[in-house]
């Protein structure tokens, strides 16, 4: 125990023991920040694994929206492209030219009504007798007449009420 009691006193032992000492924190130090540092990386490592799975995902379904969105485009470009050429054909109908013609001739007589004095008593006097002549031909025996000999129900001397020019009340001319 002399030789022990003799070793602790030299300042070589408490130099050398001191040096372990310090050696031997900072190599537990070290370890220590290893093992945060290792823990650290895996997961920062499990985290970027997960952004890059959400960001896959998040790309998947912006990607199917967008196909959605291309189709249903598509569908209605075809849709529209349909609805042009039906337009067109039914432009093209045979009656659609008489009825544009009709919308004019009606503009018209409503144009002639505002402004033309006189126009509207005999205008309307037309109107009850052609009124009169069609529910005529649709009934009884002008049906008939109409049903077996179509062009003898239009003939002039069939129509009784004609307005002439001479019936025509004094207007200026």
């Known amino acids: 125990m002399d ?9 070589f ?10 050696t031997a924190f ?9 093992r945060h540092i290792s823990r650290e990386l895996k997961r920062v490592e499990e985290e970027m694994k997960n952004l890059q799975n959400h960001l896959n995902t998040q790309l998947k379904i ?5 196909q959605s969105l291309q189709d249903e485009l598509e569908s209605l470009r075809k849709q529209n492209e349909t609805l042009r050429v039906n337009h067109a054909t039914l432009q093209q109908k045979p009656g659609r030219a008489e009825q544009r013609q009709l919308q004019i001739q009606e503009i018209a007589i409503r144009t002639m009504r505002e402004q033309a004095p006189g126009f509207a008593p005999v ?6 007798q052609g009124e009169a002549e069609v529910d005529s031909a649709e009934s009884g025996l002008m049906k008939l007449v109409r049903k077996v000999i179509p062009g003898l129900a239009n003939s002039p001397a069939s129509q009784p ?13």
């Open 62 to 66: 912006n990607a199917s929206g967008n």
């Open 26 to 34: 900072v190599w537990k130090s070290g370890f220590t920040a290893r």
């Open 3 to 11: 030789l022990f009691n003799t070793l602790i006193q030299h300042p």
């Open 161 to 173: 009420n004609t307005i002439t020019v001479e019936e025509l009340p004094d207007q200026p001319r």
């Open 123 to 128: 205008w309307e006097k037309a109107m009850r």
């Open 13 to 22: 032992t408490w130099g050398l023991f001191l040096g372990l000492l310090l």
